[in-house]
């Protein structure tokens, strides 16, 4: 076992690694856990959970999240609840209490000693997100092993009704399954003036009332009247491509982080790597595999993966390393256009916007000409603030934690507050789907420009050409496809 499978977080007793698994070329999670006076082992049996979820097909976002969760899981049994056995009895108890001190966090816990583990408060969708992916884990162990999960070296009691089991008790009664949310709901009211009321459970089996009208506003993407200031009064100009690209270009903010700076090219050059594309005024952005795409910035050369490239320079694609590592690039996967590249494209609803990406590109390649050989990297976006606090950080890759800061007070700029209501980065590309229902694309179209994977949609759209949408993008919005960049 290497040494960073050893170095264990403070205040955890639990740590993921990511692995590349060679039969599929996948990359799968590993839980790791350690306890007072024992070697680090592999949980063995959420290792067959993950290769299971891989093996029908899961994303590499749905391993890494149940590996998170359930590592939380182990770290709030071992070091919160002091190791305690666990029996059929207790499981909904145990997962409620820990879904409670997710949503609240362990320094606001109330009548329990944190016990050292320190987490900030999360919004409720992201504790019934949680709870699916425990209860997925839960069920898999009943299924596979004929017991609940163990949380100590001990096997518990099979239940009689195998998976059944486990959604029969939870639905029993709304206030078993998160008895402290409710019960301790007017204690923590009091203790803290102004918290919320703790929203009602939606307990598996049961039709949830809705709390209000849907609408399209609260279904959301962020405001059209407000994106186009948000850009113009962001100062830096690395954000202000970030913005811009995720708005009017539809690629996630995970998949900016992993480009090269050699992914972005005048539109002459689309051909060359699309051949179903035509010659565009607007500049090309490569999505490439972080790993596998053999397109590494030559149009002549494509004999050698991005990861053996990274590997000379002694680096590591930024979807590999360890999710807490600060420079870690998230990488959902993305329906490739050129298979034997591993690469697709971007496609910009909207000429002016690509034009000011593409000049802001070219003042972006004269910052990175000022960054010391020893920083020298691939990557595009990177940080360049001359502040006291930058230091030896100017010129290194541009991190996901620097993206939201940055976001949050361009957001605070304008007037909005961050996070709430449709102003997150998430629904400017949200924004960008909307600009596209709103030009008249099909619904085939538009999910080919967003790069949607799913196997189940493509099924029900097709498959549309690049050059159909390009033909369609200069029907409806008016864009001239002809022409070369200077």
Known sequence: MSDSESDLPLRTVHTVIRVRRAATRTILPLVIVRKKGDAPRIHWQFLEYALELQDRGAAEQTLDESARVFGMMVDYHEIMLRDPVINEHDLASFLGRFLQTRYRGAAHFVGADAGGIEWKPVRWTTVKHDMRRALGFFEFCVRRYGHYPAFRERSLPAPKGIASEIQRKLAQSQRDFLFHLHSQRDERRDAVPGTPAIPEVAVPGERRRPAGRITASNRGYFPEDRVEELIERTPNIVHRMIWIAAAFGGPRISEQLNLWVDDVLPGATRPRLFPDSPTTSECVIVLA??????????????????????????????????????????????SE??????????????????????????????????????????????????????????????????????????????????????????????????????????????????????????????????????????????????????
């Open 337 to 486: 256009e050129n298979e034997e590249y591993g690469i697709s494209q971007v496609y910009w609803i909207d000429r002016r916007w690509a034009a000011e990406y593409f000049r802001l590109y070219r003042d972006l390649l004269e910052f990175r000409a000022a960054i010391p050989s020893q920083n020298k990297h691939p990557w595009l976006y990177i940080n360049i603030g001359r502040g006291s606090n930058a230091g030896a950080r100017y010129g290194a890759p541009l991190t996901m934690s620097n993206v939201r800061k940055a976001f949050e007070a361009a957001c605070e700029r304008i007037g909005l507050t961050p996070y709430r209501g449709n102003a997150s980065l998430h629904k400017l590309r949200s924004l960008y789907r909307r600009l596209a229902l709103n030009a008249g694309l099909t619904d085939q179209s538009i999910q080919h420009m967003m790069h949607h994977k799913s196997h189940t949609s493509q099924e029900a759209y097709g498959r549309a050409r690049a050059s159909q949408i390009f033909a369609a993008l200069d029907r409806q919005t008016g864009r001239r496809l002809t022409g070369v960049q200077s």
């Open 289 to 334: 595999d972080p790993a596998e795409a053999t397109y590494t910035g030559s149009l002549t050369n494509f004999t050698r993966s991005r990861l053996q490239i990274l590997a000379v320079q002694n680096r590591t694609p930024r979807n590999v390393l360890h999710r807490r590592h600060p420079e870690f690039a998230g990488w959902k996967g993305v």
